[in-house]
């Protein structure tokens, strides 16, 4: 028989978590919306040009791989698109010949950074209800909780 005493703050704390997931939800498809209706793109595309766009130097499709949290799979799958579209290109490791390194095209650069523009507005206007000291503690909030600090 289990004769702990229940945490008070459990019930809260998973309304919270169920809150935060709906929220996260509804932006992330806010988003996808308005990268496909907007600018005819996705969101994986988005973001493995972000990710590129960040390593401008390019980098191996493993690495890519673990930038993103996706498998290689996946990765692959998109990065063989936007090389199609000619936005990114893949350039075999002259030390190994198993690795391939993956960079943005000059094509693919400016294409991302006209979407970055966009993106970080569209985001901006689904926040603009938060004030400045809101956004501080929300993100003092979500920092503790990364860290896996007690509340």
Known sequence: MNTAVPDPL???????????????????????????????????RFD????????????????????????NGNATAVVDRLERDGLVRRVPSEQDRRTVFVALTPEGLRQFETLATEHEREVNAMFENLSDADLETLAQVLKRLGKGDKA
């Open 48 to 71: 493995v040009l972000a990710a590129l766009y960040r390593r401008r130097d390019g980098t191996t499709m493993s690495e890519l791989s673990r930038l993103l949290l996706v498998s």
């Open 10 to 44: 459990s019930k809260r704390r998973l309304k919270t978590w169920i809150r935060l997931l709906g929220v996260t939800r509804a932006a992330e498809s806010g988003l996808r919306e308005f990268l496909r209706v907007k600018h005819g793109t996705t969101l994986p």
